[in-house]
Each structure stands twice: as C-alpha cells, then as structure tokens.
C-alpha cells in the first residue's frame, strides 16, 4: 500500500512500523516535525503540509520520499551528495584503516535509530558497499554512504577533535546558501 497525501500523518507513522524512524526523519528534513505535534492525529499529509506553506509541487516530492523509503530506496538527496572530512577527520580514518590492517577499506556512513528515538550515526570499515550505497571521496579516504540515511546525511562535515573534552569525531550539518 503506497502513501498518499490524504493519508493521516499519524497513521503513516502507526502502519509503517519497520520504517518509521526513516519515515520520521523524512518529514524532519522538509521542516514538519510531525512527531509528538497534537495535529498529526487528524492531519493528512497534505493539510499538515499545507498548513507550513508547502506547494503541491513540494507535496508531491514529500510524497514520492516517503514512498522511496517504503520501497527501501531512501529520501532522495536533492542535488549533488556533500559529505567531507576535514583534514584531522580523514588522517583519523587513515591511522585506524592502517591499525586494523584495512588500509584498503573505505569507511561506511549510516544514520540509525538510537534507544532513546534519536539518531545515532553510524561509521564503520568495510570493503565493499552494500546495494544502492553511494560512493564519494573526501580529503583522500573513500566514503560509502548508505542509501536510505543519505538525505538526512547530506551536508554534513565530520571533524576530529582531540583535547581535554575527549576526542572523537564529530558530524556537523553545513549550511548551504
């Protein structure tokens, strides 16, 4: 059963389980976050949408996303996919590659649903990718980036940061003008 935008958004949510949290981040990304608003409850898609000024044209690209998730295809990235590294970032990944003997590895980015409802990120070393991933190159270190996280990914830099806090890495959301 596809959605359509005279379906409730809470029901969407509800009847789409395995999806959800993907579902959830859809709607984050064009600016409606539905979770938790009263009006989500009897709202279709489309009067929600309405409501925060969204064309029909915007609706239906709304639309098409959250099908593309349901079909295992994930949000589609608008534009050209912009994730980087900055310089303390990519010597990171290449130390670890060399530690663990994958320098050959590129590293792989998800977005996964973490136990509190939030996001945790997701980076690991792989040889291949998986079906769909998208493959990019920042600061020299090859990058998969897993297809159903990519639009809630794009535009993100992550950084290093070693000091009296911690180290580790970070993921910071650029804005684009």
Do not use: W
Request: glycine share 10%.
């Amino acid at each position: 059963m596809p959605i359509t935008r005279d379906m409730i958004i809470q029901d969407v949510l509800d009847n789409f389980l395995d999806n959800k949290f993907f579902l959830i981040n859809a709607f984050a990304n064009v600016g409606l976050r539905c979770v938790g608003c009263g009006s989500a409850t009897h709202e279709s898609i489309e009067q929600g949408a309405k409501v925060h000024g969204f064309n029909d044209e915007k609706i239906d690209n709304l639309v098409d996303d959250l099908n593309r998730i349901l079909e295992g295809k994930g949000a589609k990235v608008e534009g050209e996919l912009n994730i980087s590294l900055d310089s303390n970032a990519a010597n990171q990944m290449r130390l670890a590659m060399e530690n663990q003997g994958m320098v050959a590895s590129k590293l792989r980015l998800s977005l996964n649903p973490a136990e509190n409802g939030r996001a945790a990120y997701g980076m690991r070393l792989v040889d291949n990718p998986q079906e769909g991933d998208y493959e990019l190159v920042s600061e020299g270190v090859g990058i998969y980036v897993c297809r159903m996280s990519a639009a809630m990914l794009n535009n993100i830099k992550i950084t290093y940061d070693s000091g009296p806090d911690g180290s580790g890495f970070r993921f910071e959301k650029q804005q684009i003008s």
